[in-house]
């Protein structure tokens, strides 16, 4: 029992991590609508902006977690066809987490192994953080802690080589 609270805190440490990477995304407010999102997106060419923008939209997991799949796989078609690795990554990960909430746990691996396949084709420790965390719960909630503790502390690896920016990246009409 003290090994899983071990591994829970050090997974929930990692995730909060890689989601409370700006003073601006409020999780407790409604998201963005998705259409007026997109276009800001695609005119955002730095990558921790859009990063930004993105998340913005997929943070209602726990309170609508079908608006935030429907977010989650839109951010994701936007990442595809413009070869955005940073959507393509929030978009397989949030989808990752969304198949979680409906008990899915075979889909939640799948889309958990794309957002870690994209993360580390990009190069961004960032994207690698929030890939690896996300895989870990997947097999977390699977019940494979020898592979959910080894990708948790990827995640703390990644996590540990890159600052957070805290800018103002419009998330809000200010």
Not at 28 to 33: D, R, Y
Not at 69 to 93: A, F, P, T, W
């Amino acid at each position: 029992m003290k090994f899983f609270t071990h591994l829970t805190y050090i997974l929930l440490l990692s995730i909060t991590t890689t989601f409370a990477q700006s003073n601006k995304v409020d999780f407790s407010q409604k998201p963005p609508n998705i259409d007026s999102l997109l276009p800001k997106i695609a005119a955002e060419k730095n990558d921790s902006a859009r990063y930004y923008l993105a998340m913005s939209a997929l943070t209602i997991s726990e309170t609508n977690p079908v608006e935030d799949m429907h977010n989650s796989e839109r951010i994701l078609l936007y990442g595809q066809k413009n070869n955005d690795l940073v959507c393509q990554v929030l978009g397989y990960c949030c989808l990752s987490y969304d198949y979680i909430a409906f008990g899915n746990q075979v889909k939640s691996l799948e889309y958990g192994i794309l957002a870690n396949q994209v993360a580390e084709k990009s190069k961004d420790e960032r994207l690698k953080t929030f890939g690896k965390a996300m895989l870990a719960l997947s097999y977390l909630t699977m019940g494979d802690f020898e592979k959910a503790v080894s990708y948790n502390k990827g995640a703390i690896e990644a996590g540990s080589k890159y600052e957070p920016e805290y800018g103002n990246y419009l998330f809000s009409d200010e």
